[in-house]
């Protein structure tokens, strides 16, 4: 008899519930559609961003992050470095995110009756045990605003999984990249240092003439030892990147090839945006869930045991009602709009960090473009004082000096055409589509 009691009352008290409050609103991620297994492996999964839920369970933002398409070109340099560095990924943003999805799956179910058992002592000694059932018929939308929460946190993990991750490949192209120009300016250095070899022995060969003097020679050796340096410093430079790389992905790159040409990152919402959107909805939940907490609500209860059931309605508020209630509530709803103009503060800050990295994209690209012409005019000088040298009407030094210049202005134009790469980098980074979505 006290078995179809308890279920009949079971049964009552969830219709009840129904009938007082919604049933539990959409995860993200298909959260209440059968637990994962313990042994389900934690790392990042292709289909870490997928929703089950269809129409306004889905989540909004997590659906931004599933669409976001990578900028860089299939089968270029640039993508398997990428490739290779979220496959080496080991992060424990992933580990964060799942366990945010197993809080907010028990979360989900916060609307239904709690049942436990209940054991207390008579004051005649004796032991008596029963089952305690209790449903919250009014508590001023606490449960609602939990799972709430525990959606808003699902979806703050996966930003900052997108945001750990599209930092882990900015990282490793920043290294390659690095080590692609280092690799560039050692080769222009090894160049000149041919060349100036040859200035060199034309030196040597005019002192020994008595065209010249020693001082020539000392110009020329000098000018080497600074070329030697620069290429001693080149090398050195790319291969720290190179093996930090290494280190970091366990592949080698090297002979990858070229990257890719521009990109627009144009019509993104950046992902520190998106955080702070997901922050502000956990904001305002934690905020409903304090309001109810100092205000009254009402349960159910029923105590089965075996003489019988009983059960009684219990109004109470968490906290209870003091003289400062007033001032608690008002605070809590002005944690509303503080949550709001976070996100105000975060869109502006994304605008102006957009600004600067589009101005010195266009100042790089500039001096890319300056520093190109600079060279073909340096060489044609160049060849204009070889001819003229030759002829005898320029001396070693000053071929030697235009020549200077043009490795100078060849180093200057590989510095800009490479910080242009790493900015639009860095605004891919911000955007998050240095990764697919749908490859998190």
């Not at 490795?407 to 589509?433: C, F, P, S």
Request: proline residues 1%; glycine residues 8%; aromatic residues 4%.
């Amino acid at each position: 008899m006290r078995q179809v009691n308890l279920a009949v009352l079971f049964v009552a008290m969830t219709a009840l519930t129904g009938c007082m409050d919604a049933l539990p609103d959409g995860m993200p991620f298909g959260l209440g559609q059968g637990r994962e297994t313990e042994t389900e492996e934690v790392s990042r999964q292709a289909s870490t961003f997928e929703q089950e839920e269809e129409g306004e369970n889905r989540s909004e933002i997590i659906d931004a992050l599933l669409a976001r398409q990578s900028v860089l070109t299939s089968g270029s340099a640039f993508a398997t470095v990428a490739d290779g560095a979220l496959d080496a990924d080991s992060r424990a943003s992933a580990a964060e995110l799942h366990s945010a999805r197993l809080r907010a799956e028990a979360t989900s179910r916060n609307w239904l009756p709690t049942l436990g058992p209940n054991i207390s002592l008579t004051s005649l000694g004796e032991i008596v045990s029963s089952i305690l059932i209790e449903q919250v018929l009014f508590d001023n939308g606490r449960r609602r605003a939990e799972r709430a929460f525990a959606a808003a946190d699902v979806e703050v993990a996966a930003v900052n999984l997108s945001e750990d991750l599209n930092g882990r490949v900015f990282t490793a192209l920043s290294l390659f990249i690095t080590g692609q120009k280092s690799e560039e300016k050692a080769a222009i250095s090894a160049r000149a240092l041919t060349r100036m070899y040859e200035f060199e022995r034309i030196v040597i060969g005019r002192i020994e003439g008595g065209v010249s003097d020693q001082a020539d020679r000392r110009v020329i050796e000098s000018k080497l030892n600074d070329m030697r340096s620069a290429q001693s410093s080149a090398q050195e430079a790319a291969q720290t990147a190179r093996a930090e790389l290494y280190a970091m992905t366990g592949q080698d790159f090297t002979g990858a090839g070229a990257g890719q040409g521009a990109f627009s990152v144009e019509g993104q919402t950046n992902l520190s945006v998106l955080r702070a959107q997901a922050e502000a909805t956990r904001t305002v939940a934690q905020a409903t869930i304090d309001r109810a907490g100092l205000l009254p609500g009402l349960t159910a209860s029923a105590n089965v045991t075996g003489d019988g059931t009983t059960g009684g309605l219990t109004a109470s508020s968490e906290q209870g009602i003091g003289f400062g209630t007033g001032a608690s509530l008002r605070a809590i709803e002005a944690s509303r709009e503080t949550a709001d103009r976070r996100v105000n503060e975060a869109r502006e800050t994304a605008r102006r960090s957009q600004s600067r990295l589009e101005q010195r994209l266009a100042s790089y690209r500039r001096q890319e473009s300056e520093a190109e012409m600079l060279v073909r005019e340096s060489r044609g000088t160049f060849r204009l004082f070889q001819d003229q040298f030759q002829a005898g009407q320029r001396s070693v030094l000053d071929v030697v000096s235009i020549y200077e210049q043009l490795v100078q202005r060849e180093q200057a134009h590989v510095d800009a055409k490479y910080e242009v790469l790493l900015i639009q980098m860095e605004m891919a980074r911000d955007a998050g589509i240095l990764a697919d979505g749908d490859a998190i």
